[in-house]
Every structure is written in C-alpha cells, then in structure tokens.
DNA sequence: AACATGACCCTAA
DNA sequence: CTTAGGGCCATGT
C-alpha cells in the first residue's frame, strides 16, 4: 500500500513551534522559521497558518512580522482585525497597531 | 517547465 | 519614523 502522507512543505515543523509560544507573548515569522531549522523560509511560516482553519487550538495570532505590525490583514463585518483581538484577550498592548517586541517577544533564550 | 504570488526579512536611504 | 528594493523559496496556475 502506498502511504502517502508526504506533507505540502515542513508546515508540521512550524505548527509544532507555532504551538509553543508562551500564553501573552508573540513571535515572528523569521524567529519560527529559525526555530525550526529553516532560517529561510520566513514567508512559508505565513503561508502555512493560512492554510489554517480559524477553528484550529495553534496560537497562530501568536506570530507577527518582524516590525511587531500585524500582517494578517482580514477584518470581520465589524472592521476589526481577530489576531488584534486575540491578542488583547490576552493583555498584549496595541499601539498604532504595532507591537513592542521588546516587551512582548518570545524569548527563546535562557 | 516558466512565471507569478505570498499572514516575510533585512538593509539602505 | 517610512518606503523601496533585493533576497528567499514552496505553491499554484
């Protein structure tokens, strides 16, 4: 029998790390990618959340660019952005739509 | 196979 | 601070 559960791209690798960022704080698409041992495959990151279902348990509204700005750009019937709200529900400040790494980043260190 | 696209990143100006 | 351009590479057509 043929077992074909070949995968589109490494998009597991990336869910699997997407998963583990901290309840509050956020990522970026780049630190995922590295995360995973795919430094250059930042944009792939965003490619496969999309291919998401908004019902999945990921934190996806966990991974922001590299500017801490929200790239998903879809909004709902009421004009508001949901990883914006996500992430509020969690009591990440917003200002001017952007987000201050330095305070809220995933800090893979230690 | 070639071309366009994308929830990106980095650097320069 | 913002914008523009080049780089990157899997996917879709």
Not at 44 to 58: I, R
Not at 78 to 85: F, H
Request: charged share 25%; aromatic share 10%; net charge neutral.
């Amino acid at each position: 029998m043929m077992d074909d559960t070949e995968q589109p791209l490494i998009t597991n690798e990336f869910l699997q790390v997407v998963s583990l960022i901290p309840y509050g704080k956020v990522a970026t698409y780049g630190q995922i990618a590295k995360l995973s041992g795919l430094p250059k495959h930042a944009r792939h990151v965003g490619f496969a959340l999309k291919k998401l279902d908004n019902h999945s348990d990921l934190p996806w509204y966990r991974v922001v660019n590299s500017q801490g700005k929200i790239s998903l750009q879809k909004e709902n019937e009421r004009g508001e952005n949901l990883q914006v709200l996500k992430l509020q529900n969690e009591g990440v400040f917003i200002v001017d739509g952007k987000i201050n790494l330095k305070q809220y980043q995933w800090n893979t260190y230690e």
